[in-house]
């Protein structure tokens, strides 16, 4: 019984250590044949090893942990790094040695696992530049069918990989660049956190500088989704999206056709540029248009010169006598704000609207 649990271990090694070491063990057997009915099959075949896991553990009757030696028994302290199934479950040669089951070559993972690619979204540690994704539509493709966050690396970015928000719902592969679901947190921020992004997962701006690199990387549509204070759901779609770099103030330059219940104001907002109540950009020059609304938006000048009297939910006090405003699509408002500061969409047609979701797909 000794002599075969030997054998047995010979067997292991000849698969665990590399060729040359294996070539040492080959000539050895080869000097000191085993003989007898008790001897197993040689691994060493020809020139190369040919033998497989699986054959040595099919070779004989499945042993427990009580036929096989330890490696303590062995001697040897240096163990191979350890095997990865892909699903988190690390094997190593004390595993393989020390297990109270009898195992087939099924319970032991094949050389084909060690150094697979995995996806970058399910590896355990750090995923190689090279795996990751460019948006939500590749994750999609990849048969990623369910909402939820995911990494990302837009092409050209020159900063780390991040993570995303993914909406898999009509058609799929949406990447999320805007949330609002309650008042905690607040849109009124600076231009510099615009820029980088904030928020949590109920509500979020992902950042204009990582949304410019993403709607310059294809051709995207956008997408936002809203429910309105009575509790309906409607939703915009237009057909082209895209944001230019911060030397241009993030402008909005593409903005396509719509389709949908609501959303028809934000063509105003083509192409202006980004403002915050520190960056003012607006070209409005009787006020701060971001000051005003309260958000970071694209505000237009259109109607920043108008006076007028009617207590509409997009328009703000700016006089004793006058009111006015600067866009009549802001989505970037106070969660149930007064007039003029809340979250409104379709001119005046939804006010103090209570869930927004902005997102982008590629178009083709």
């Known amino acids: 019984m000794k002599r075969k649990m030997l054998f047995q271990l010979f067997f292991l090694e000849v698969i665990i250590i590399g060729t040359v070491q294996a070539g040492k063990l080959c000539d050895f057997a080869e000097k000191f044949p085993c003989k007898g009915s008790h001897c197993l099959p040689s691994p060493c075949k020809g020139k190369g090893i040919t033998t497989t896991t ?7 009757t499945a042993q427990t942990s009580e036929d096989m030696p330890s490696t303590e028994a062995v001697g040897s302290t240096n163990n191979p790094p350890a095997y990865s199934s892909g699903k988190g479950v690390s094997t190593t040669t004390e595993d393989i040695l020390t297990s109270s089951t009898a195992q087939t070559s099924e319970d032991i993972p094949s ?3 060690v150094g697979s690619t995995y996806n970058p979204l399910e590896a355990v540690g750090s995923p190689t530049v090279e795996s990751l994704y460019t948006d939500c539509q590749e994750v999609y493709d990849a048969g990623h069918t369910q909402d939820g966050v995911y990494t990302i690396m837009p092409t050209g970015w020159p900063g780390s990989p991040f993570n995303v928000s993914c909406n898999m719902e009509n058609g799929g592969g949406w990447t999320v660049f805007q949330r609002r679901t309650d008042g905690s947190t607040s849109f009124y921020q600076n231009w510099t956190a615009y ?9 979020l701006w992902l950042g204009n500088e990582k949304l410019h690199y993403l709607t310059n990387q294809r051709n995207y549509k956008l997408r936002f989704d809203i429910t309105t204070s009575s509790g309906s759901a409607k939703y915009a779609e237009y057909t082209k999206f895209q944001i230019e770099s911060e030397s241009s103030n993030y402008t909005m330059n593409k903005l396509g056709s719509r389709s949908g219940n609501t959303g028809d104001q934000l063509s105003y907002n083509k192409g202006q540029q980004f403002s915050t109540h520190d960056r003012d950009n607006d070209g409005c020059v009787s006020f701060n248009c971001a000051e005003k609304h309260r958000s970071g938006w694209w505000h237009s000048d259109s109607w920043c010169s108008s006076c007028n009297s009617n207590s509409y939910c997009y328009n703000f006090q700016y006089s004793s006598k006058c009111k006015s405003t600067c866009t009549t699509e802001n989505l970037n408002g106070v969660y149930n704000g007064g007039n003029g500061e809340m979250i409104f969409s379709h001119y005046h047609t939804y006010c103090n609207v209570q869930f927004v979701e902005m997102k982008i797909r590629p178009s083709s």
């Open 54 to 60: 699986e054959d040595i553990l099919t070779s004989s």
């Open 111 to 113: 050389t084909e696992a």
């Open 195 to 203: 820029k980088e992004g904030f928020g949590d997962s109920r509500n």
